[in-house]
């Protein structure tokens, strides 16, 4: 049999990012042997690439923010689709956590009185992103790895301690494992270096492995997302929500074509950048929709005293939802007012001085500069949509991140839920931080109540991960996995991106089930050390499954919400509000399910006018929602609960499992 | 438009390599990460190579192109010559795992001797208080992607194996530096730190290590200077030899 190297923890954590490492240091914290799995180089994993900053409302700029606002533009953003309670502990508990990253040495960038600067973003009312210039994702991810190490010294001088933390670098993981009974036993992967197979003994396992774009011709996305954790989730037995959802980044590079798709931050409009098409026009004043049309500025003028003045003034429609500016830079383009390379204009050359670009861009000028020959002080930009983010991920209980599966865990961009149908930027940051702290603390207590009874796993479940492992080995004159992967992202992009119909998302299937029959037969030749072929032979079965649910849950929902536009059902229908798309594995099919989206309590509810509620909800919930609000007896109790963690946990998972009738 | 280009890469593990020539397509506006990818998807599938964000923000494409240390991903081939042949090599100072993939782990051992961020032990959560302009110094250090190129470029350590128990090179100096200048942090002893424990005295300041951070840096002029002129002020200052004699005579 293969030389396998066995390791046993308590908490295993798959993936580095910011939700994977905050869950790993609260998971030692909490006295837990843990380890840290990173496909990549410790420090390197996607995190590192968010620019913007992490929503928390901190009321540091402007002293009217706080939760409650928080949590109004969160699920505005998200159409009313986000399980309403991890939108509420996520607006409660993000400036906690942020905070809490000072306390780890992180510097972020400050306000005249010395406080975190907060500046402006998409779909947010106030200031209200943390950041330090446009790099926040590198403070984040070196803030919580030099805490992991801090960690570490702290072990290194008690070796008699309880907890550890350690950390498995350039580590893939390709299998959970679980027990007879089904419950979560370990993981099983390999190390790139040396291309040894490795098993990781543990009750408790934590996804954390971000998203999917790299099935995207046009992403924003790294290397690493394959979806691994998706489809580990699924293959596991656990169940995803809300797939169909996935978000187009407004602002990607477009040229030269070998960048395309490379972020340009949010922050430039939040900082006073403007779009324009081939004609000059601030083409968004065109695109506010109804649902927002009381909150955005009609004219250029007003928009432009907003900056100064965001009191008397309503906001730049540049700052809409990431999906309203993805769809009209889509709709300009295809009514021949891009750019030469087929994108819009950004500019930010004509909005303000070339030294305050500088220092408040300082990464976009850099890579402008380097990568397009453009100078952004001097011209305006070229951007188009990319594939950024994926809303849907694993089914979790809010308060736990628990999936289906006893033992698993999920927080971050892997897990489903929070972000509706569509994220505001921001969001995903201070997501990580909030669902990583708790999918770590979870786990430990779930290690703590069958540390008397640990799972084991059945040697027959790792013969079997070895031998899927090594398949690609054993085929010969296969396919190779590159032309493959070149397929599979020109399907997901010409038939399943942002604009959507029912008979190119049936013929995505078909090809997707093509695709499927033949990744079973790529070839790799060369060993197993460090190589390339191999590591995407495998990710490319990730790849696969996840993409097939994209497709099958964007062909079920039929209508127009936040990151899923049909073109043959392209309104809004607030019937489709009441219903959360889950898709699972039987077998080797994927089956999606409906699923009524769990109810918001009625406190939560008051937070919103009722004529902002009129144009998301049916008729039947408005006149339910009417006699409630006139019902003056149902207390406040439920939202103040799950104001602390202790208290919100334990008091408040029954409510939230109530609500999402798993 | 594209054309043919000739590049030679290093191909081989730590038992040994050579260079092996190719012939590949180049398109405007390439990197050479852009190439690179092109040769494993058409003639080198097991071509390792370590890379993460290909837009200069992740630091794991470091290489030897041409003899210089550069990321892949922020070297548009537009800067060779048409007819130029690109070479492409693993990092030096560390050694060879496969192909253009170095074993970096002296980076993570080096870090780890490093005492971590000291916080202030009255202050909580919410309560920190810094100015910008006080920030700045150390943000400037934070901006590091530790893509280890200034590691692998300084000659204390590129052709001196023996240096590196000693020796923890200008990565670690700024995280030293970054510490230092942190307004918050309590521990006062980082410059004597620096300078027992992390080897600063074998830097002889000849600045290759900013020449080729891409981050733009100035890691020699305001993180390791600095570091070393206190070193200096502290230990060599005769009044404040002086007054801590005097001190420990009295206590």
């Given amino acids: 049999m293969t030389e396998i190297e066995r390791l046993s923890f308590d908490v295993v954590v798959i993936g580095a990012g910011g939700a994977g490492l905050r869950a790993a240091i609260e998971a030692r914290l909490h006295g837990k042997r843990t380890a840290v799995v990173c496909k990549s180089l410790f420090g390197k994993a996607h995190t590192v690439m968010a620019e913007g900053g992490a929503a928390a409302a901190m009321g540091n700029v402007n002293p009217r923010d706080n939760w409650k606002v928080h949590f109004q533009d969160t699920m505005r953003g998200g159409k009313f689709l986000n399980h309403w309670r991890m939108a509420e502990l996520h607006a409660k508990e993000a400036p906690d956590r942020i905070w809490e990253l000072e306390t780890y040495g992180a510097l972020f960038d400050r306000t005249p009185d010395g406080k975190i600067s907060q500046r402006n973003f998409g779909g947010h009312q106030y200031p209200r992103l943390a950041h330090v210039g446009d790099r926040t994702g590198l403070e984040l991810i070196r803030t919580l790895q030099q805490k992991v190490v801090a960690l570490q010294q702290e072990d290194d001088a008690n070796p008699d301690s309880d907890g550890c933390i350690e950390v498995y670098a350039e580590c893939t993981i390709t299998e959970i494992l679980l027990d007879e009974i089904g419950r979560v036993a370990g993981a099983f992967g390999y190390r790139r270096e040396s291309g040894q197979f490795v098993l990781f003994q543990a009750p408790a396992v934590v996804l954390a492995t971000g998203g999917i774009g790299k099935s995207y011709k046009v992403t924003s996305n790294s290397w690493e997302y394959t979806g691994d954790g998706h489809a580990l989730a699924l293959r596991a037995g656990a169940s995803l929500v809300n797939m169909e959802f996935v978000q187009f980044h407004p602002t990607g590079m477009v040229w030269p074509p070998s960048v395309k798709g490379i972020l340009v931050t949010e922050s430039v409009r939040g900082d006073g950048g403007v779009l324009l098409n081939s004609e000059g026009r601030r083409f968004m004043f065109d695109y506010v929709p109804d649902v927002f049309r009381s909150q955005y500025a009609e004219t250029e003028e007003e928009a432009d005293r907003w900056y100064d003045d965001p009191d008397n003034n309503r906001r730049p429609p540049e700052l809409l939802p990431r999906d309203e500016v993805a769809r009209a830079i889509n709709a300009e383009v295809k009514a021949g007012r891009g750019s030469p390379h087929g994108g819009v204009f950004l500019d930010v050359s004509t909005r303000m001085p070339a030294e305050v670009i500088r220092r408040r861009l300082p990464s976009m000028y850099h890579q402008f500069k380097e990568l397009a020959d453009v100078d952004i002080t001097a011209e305006p930009m070229e951007v188009g949509p990319t594939c950024h983010y994926v809303m849907g991920g694993v089914d979790v209980d809010p308060d736990s991140t628990a999936a289906s599966v006893p033992g698993l865990f999920a927080a971050g961009e892997v897990a489903g839920g929070m972000h509706g149908s569509n994220r505001l930027g921001g969001n995903s940051l201070s997501d990580l931080l909030v669902f990583g702290r708790r999918a770590g603390a979870a786990a430990a207590a779930y290690h703590s109540s069958v540390v008397g009874d640990l799972p084991q796993v059945p040697e027959s479940a790792v013969a079997a991960a070895v031998e899927t492992a090594l398949a690609p080995f054993a085929t010969e004159s296969g396919e190779n996995p590159y032309a493959l992967q070149q397929e599979l992202q020109q399907v997901m992009n010409d038939l399943v991106g942002i604009i959507r119909r029912a008979d190119e998302l049936e013929q995505a299937l078909v090809r997707l089930a093509e695709l499927k029959e033949r990744a079973k037969k790529v070839s790799v030749t060369g060993g197993r050390r460090y190589n390339p072929a191999w590591h995407l032979a495998l990710d490319l079965r990730n790849m696969l499954l996840v993409s097939e649910c994209v497709a099958r849950a964007a062909l079920e929902r039929k209508e127009s919400r936040g990151g899923h536009t049909r073109d043959d059902y392209p309104d809004m229908d607030p019937a489709w509000r009441r219903i959360n798309l889950v898709c699972s594995l039987r077998g080797d099919t994927v089956v999606v399910e409906h699923r009524p989206l769990p109810a918001m309590p009625v406190e939560l509810l008051r937070l919103f006018d009722i004529e902002e509620l009129r144009k998301y909800m049916t008729e039947e919930e408005l006149a339910v929602l009417e006699s409630d609000m006139t019902e003056s007896a149902i207390g406040q109790s439920g939202v103040e609960a799950g104001a602390e963690f202790g208290a919100g946990r334990s008091g408040s998972t029954a409510d939230g499992k109530e609500g999402t009738s798993r | ?251």
């Fill in chain 2, 1 to 251: 438009m594209s054309t043919m280009r000739d590049f030679r890469i290093w191909r081989g593990d730590e038992t040994g390599g050579a260079l092996v020539d190719y012939q590949v397509e180049v398109n405007e506006g390439e990197v050479v990460l852009d190439v690179i990818h092109r040769l494993q998807a058409t003639q080198a599938p097991d071509l390792a190579v370590r890379w993460n964000c290909k837009a200069g923000k992740c630091g794991s494409c470091s290489a030897e192109i041409n003899g210089k240390p550069r990321l892949m991903c922020m070297t548009r081939m537009s800067v060779f010559a048409p007819d130029e042949t690109v070479t492409v090599t693993p990092l030096r100072t560390f050694p060879v795992i496969r192909d253009l993939v170095t074993d970096v782990s002296y980076n993570y051992e080096k870090a780890r001797q490093i005492p971590a961020f000291a916080p202030p032990p009255d202050l909580r959560p919410g309560e920190y208080r810094m100015m910008q302009v006080d920030v700045e110094r150390s943000q400037e250090f934070r901006k590091c992607i530790e893509c280890f190129l200034c590691q692998n470029t300084c000659h204390v350590t590129r052709d001196h194996e023996e240096n590196k128990r000693v020796f923890a090179g200008p990565r670690l100096f700024i995280r030293a530096a970054e510490l230092d200048m942190h307004p918050l942090d309590t521990r006062k002893d980082r410059k004597e730190f620096a300078q027992a424990e992390q080897g600063l005295g074998y830097c002889n300041i000849t600045k290759c290590c900013t020449e080729v951070c891409p981050e733009h840096i100035k890691i020699t002029d305001n993180g390791i200077i600095p570091m070393k002129e206190r070193v200096v002020d502290r230990r060599y200052d005769p009044l404040v030899w002086l007054g801590s004699k005097i001190f420990r005579r009295r206590s």
